[in-house]
């Protein structure tokens, strides 16, 4: 099976960065799209930013030119480095992975949105 486990989050001041790390375990041939997603309390889950297995990315608005994201294919792991962090960055961070070709009982299947636990990001003003 696929499991996403990610880290890195904690408590920094405003102006402060984080580097959030993701990994994707099993026996895992590709994943097509590797994201991070995020949700602030009262507030629904929204997109942050994703990469696909090419280095293509997408970043909401709101954190373009603060956030990177990366991902390291051999290693089924995606990064998200927070630079110049606001107070609005808090939230919940979580991790997805998309379209994953993975060896199950002997087989091999694709599987779809997959999501990590979440870690908490929290930016102090």
């Known amino acids: 099976q696929v499991q996403l486990v990610e880290s890195g989050g904690g408590l920094v001041q405003a102006g402060g960065s984080l580097k959030l790390s993701c990994a994707a375990s099993?026996?895992?041939?590709?994943?097509?799209?590797m994201g991070w997603y995020r949700q602030a309390p009262g507030k629904q889950r929204e997109l942050v930013a994703t990469?696909?297995?090419?280095?293509?990315?997408n970043y909401a608005d709101s954190v373009k030119g603060r956030f990177t994201i990366s991902r390291d294919n051999a290693r089924n792991t995606v990064y998200l480095q927070m630079n110049s962090l606001k107070p609005e960055d808090t939230a919940v961070y979580y991790c997805?992975?998309?379209?994953?070709?993975?060896?199950?009982?002997?087989?091999?299947?694709?599987?779809?949105?997959?999501w990590g636990q979440g870690t908490q990001v929290t930016v102090s003003s």
């Open positions: 997805n992975a998309d379209s994953v070709f993975y060896l199950t009982d002997g087989y091999w299947k694709r599987g779809y949105d997959y």
């Open positions: 990469i696909t297995s090419h280095g293509s990315t």
């Open positions: 099993g026996i895992i041939s590709s994943i097509n799209v």
